[in-house]
């Protein structure tokens, strides 16, 4: 008995890896979304997010500005140029 192949087993393979390739992409943009929602409820939840400003910034009234961005520390472990808060929160102890 004869069987003839069209193509050989190992091409499939390479099709897998194909497809895998567009489901990473997938996987990461679902993760992010996933990310973005959390952090926002999360952050609604324990009063965290600044209402005003995530509809200015999504209305495109407050642009993205990567110099607000610092991680330079002065001599004290503060970040230069930001200034300091009113105070520190209490994180919730378990």
Request: hydrophobic fraction near 40%.
């Amino acid at each position: 008995m004869v069987c003839s192949r069209t193509s050989p087993p190992w091409y499939g393979v390479g099709l897998i890896i194909g497809i895998d390739r567009f489901m990473s992409e997938a996987r990461a943009v679902t993760n992010f979304a996933g990310n973005a929602v959390a952090t926002l409820l999360i952050g609604t939840w324990t009063g965290e997010v600044d209402k005003e400003r995530v509809n200015r910034v999504l209305a495109g009234e407050l642009p993205f500005d990567e110099k607000t961005l610092l991680d330079e520390k002065d001599g004290d472990d503060h970040l230069v140029g930001v200034p300091e808060q009113g105070g520190e929160k209490e994180l919730a102890k378990a």
